[in-house]
């Protein structure tokens, strides 16, 4: 991949859950990723995946993904759409010192579609999502997915303005967060312009 070809950025949103706060995270992200310059220089774009809109019921291939051979339409249409991205920020809570089983569900769905990738993340949580970020970067390293050193850390006591914890309240990072999310995409943009070169046959 040249340096003048787009790069293909994904937002996923790794929550399925109703009332989640993950959906206003990745608002703020894609706003953010918008205003980047290798955005509006055309060198880079960003869309949004949101896993709920793609019903994965828990894993049902009869087949382990390293194999690529697809039987349900459903894991059809998620491979093609995880196929067309070259980077992933994934955004993601943390439930129990982990990440959603939704999000772990969908990453066990493929193999090659992940593969010579990078991701960058941003966590939330009581403590800023860190510890499902760590387990992500786990399984992510499995999948052959580098992720990016630098990562966001939203606290629900200090990013977020929750008046009933049972509502999503609202989302109010403080302004560093927005310094933090712009290191994280300069190095994912960087990583995944490197590691087309491994996509891309000799």
Same mark, same amino acid.
Do not use: C
């Given at each position: /991949?040249?340096?003048?070809?787009?790069?293909?950025? !994904?937002?996923?949103? &790794?929550?399925?859950?109703?009332?989640?706060? &993950? !959906?206003?995270?990745?608002?703020?992200? /894609?706003?953010?990723?918008?205003?980047?310059? !290798? #955005?509006?220089?055309?060198?880079?774009? #960003?869309?949004?995946?949101?896993?709920?809109?793609?019903?994965?019921?828990?894993?049902?291939?009869? =087949?382990?993904?390293?194999?690529?051979?697809?039987?349900?339409?459903?894991?059809?249409?998620?491979?093609?759409?995880?196929?067309?991205?070259?980077?992933?920020?994934? #955004?993601?809570?943390?439930?129990?010192?982990? /990440?959603?089983?939704?999000?772990?569900?969908?990453?066990?769905?493929?193999?090659?579609?992940?593969?010579?990738?990078?991701?960058?993340?941003?966590?939330?949580?009581?403590?800023?999502?860190?510890?499902? #970020?760590?387990? =992500?970067? =786990?399984? =992510?390293?499995?999948?052959?997915?580098?992720?990016?050193?630098?990562?966001?850390?939203?606290?629900?006591?200090?990013?977020?303005?929750?008046?009933?914890?049972?509502?999503? &309240?609202?989302?109010?990072?403080?302004?560093?967060?927005?310094?933090?999310?712009?290191? /994280?995409?300069?190095?994912?943009?960087?990583?995944?312009?490197?590691?087309?070169?491994?996509?891309?046959? !000799?």
């Amino acid at each position: /991949m040249s340096w003048t070809e787009e790069i293909r950025l !994904a937002v996923i949103v &790794g929550s399925t859950r109703p009332g989640r706060r &993950g !959906a206003a995270v990745a608002r703020w992200v /894609m706003e953010t990723a918008r205003t980047h310059p !290798a #955005v509006e220089a055309g060198r880079a774009r #960003v869309d949004l995946v949101d896993l709920a809109d793609f019903g994965l019921p828990l894993l049902d291939e009869p =087949l382990p993904a390293r194999f690529g051979e697809y039987r349900h339409a459903h894991t059809q249409a998620w491979a093609e759409t995880i196929a067309a991205y070259d980077g992933f920020v994934f #955004v993601t809570p943390e439930y129990n010192h982990s /990440m959603p089983a939704a999000l772990k569900n969908a990453l066990d769905y493929l193999y090659a579609e992940w593969a010579d990738k990078a991701a960058g993340f941003v966590g939330y949580g009581n403590q800023g999502g860190a510890r499902a #970020v760590e387990h =992500l970067r =786990l399984t =992510l390293a499995e999948l052959k997915v580098a992720g990016v050193a630098d990562q966001v850390a939203l606290s629900v006591y200090d990013d977020f303005a929750i008046v009933d914890p049972r509502e999503p &309240g609202e989302f109010t990072p403080r302004p560093h967060q927005r310094e933090a999310l712009t290191e /994280m995409l300069d190095g994912l943009i960087h990583w995944s312009r490197a590691l087309a070169s491994l996509r891309t046959p !000799a």
